[in-house]
């Protein structure tokens, strides 16, 4: 079989299409023949090497996709129902930039008929990281005024109309105009630039609060993280959940103490502990797009053999919405 494959940490250059032997499932799995495979910011950090990579060189990417069982293997976990032609999606499986991947049966999610392909790949492990961040790292409720960080991209989009969904006002943050207004079409109500004093208008947005300033902060960018702190009130939140501009710098605990604010962390595998987890929360996803209530952005779709192109078009952050690679 055919995968995007990298022997050594880098830049996009390194990625390179090779012929590698397929998987063979072993008792539990299922051998999924991929239709669509998601391209998130976490590939980025590990083909950079500082981000956990399973395996040995040569590697090969992707956590997230969606395709169809070509094998089951015996005692296939808690579902014994599975069979040779299903439709499933995951968000946690490695080696996902392939043309075959062997999927452990309890982290298949059953895909309707009515989801597409495309629509599981780009939206299952965003979706899946909007719903925790919204339900787990900081419960959003009627009233909540929340920042969210990069509010064109595909965690962004998805945040922003899951916090709405759930009763919050959403101030929205992106680097260009175009951007801007994708975010305004997912539902913020209001979007700044980064350019700009972006801080003392977040603080504006939230009226005559007191404290002045908003509930909860959803950073991630990483150096922003200072920033989004002097956004929230006191006693308000700052979840950290990606760095897609870099390392934050550290953070006083003695701040945290003086101002009584929250910093905590967010890691989806952390939440997706089992698979009565993964289907209730991806059951939640699938209805909501089968109502119309949650809405993707633009999908972008690259052959896995330009899988380097498509690193490029993520880093660089001209990208809205969701970056798919298609075997």
């Known amino acids: 079989m055919r995968a995007l494959c990298f022997d050594s940490f880098g830049g996009p250059e390194v990625l390179a299409l090779r012929e590698i032997p397929a998987p063979r499932p072993r008792a539990g799995e299922l051998l999924v023949r991929m239709r669509a495979i998601g391209l998130n910011f976490a590939d980025v950090y590990r083909r950079r090497g500082n981000y956990h990579l399973a395996g040995e060189p040569p590697y090969v990417l992707g956590y997230e996709g969606a395709g169809v069982i070509e094998d089951v293997a015996a005692a296939s976990g808690d579902r014994p129902a599975w069979r040779a032609g299903d439709r499933v999606a995951f968000a946690d499986v490695p080696f996902a930039n392939a043309e075959l991947v062997a999927v452990p049966a309890d982290r298949a999610i059953p895909l309707p008929a009515s989801i597409p392909f495309d629509t599981a790949a780009a939206l299952l492990l965003q979706g899946l990281t909007a719903h925790y961040l919204t339900h787990d790292s900081y419960r959003v409720a009627p009233g909540?005024?929340?920042?969210?960080?990069?509010?064109?991209?595909?965690?962004?989009?998805?945040?922003?109309?899951?916090?709405?969904?759930?009763?919050?006002?959403?101030?929205?943050?992106?680097?260009?105009?175009?951007?801007?207004?994708?975010?305004?079409?997912?539902?913020?109500?209001?979007?700044?630039?980064?350019?700009?004093?972006?801080?003392?208008?977040?603080?504006?947005?939230?009226?005559?609060?007191?404290?002045?300033?908003?509930?909860v902060a959803y950073d991630s960018v990483g150096t922003t993280l200072l920033d989004s702190f002097a956004a929230v009130r006191t006693g308000g939140t700052v979840v950290f959940y990606g760095m897609a501009g870099g390392d934050p710098r550290p953070v006083d605990p003695r701040m945290l103490m003086d101002t009584s604010k929250t910093l905590t962390g967010g890691d989806l595998w952390n939440v997706l502990t089992s698979a009565g987890e993964r289907r209730r929360r991806a059951g939640a996803l699938w209805r909501w797009v089968e109502s119309g209530a949650l809405r993707l952005g633009?999908?972008?779709?690259?052959?896995?053999?330009?899988?380097?192109?498509?690193?490029?078009?993520?880093e660089s952050r001209e990208s809205v919405g969701k970056i798919l690679l298609v075997p």
């Not at 680097?175 to 504006?204: C, F, N, Q, T």
């Not at 633009?298 to 993520?314: D, I, N, Q, S």
């Open 144 to 215: 909540t005024l929340a920042l969210v960080h990069a509010a064109a991209g595909g965690v962004g989009q998805l945040l922003t109309q899951i916090a709405r969904r759930r009763g919050a006002r959403v101030f929205g943050l992106t680097s260009s105009e175009p951007k801007r207004e994708a975010a305004l079409a997912a539902g913020a109500d209001e979007v700044a630039l980064y350019r700009s004093d972006w801080k003392a208008r977040a603080v504006a947005f939230a009226g005559d609060r007191r404290p002045p300033g908003l509930d």
């Open 298 to 314: 633009p999908v972008r779709r690259f052959p896995l053999a330009a899988g380097a192109a498509a690193h490029r078009l993520l």
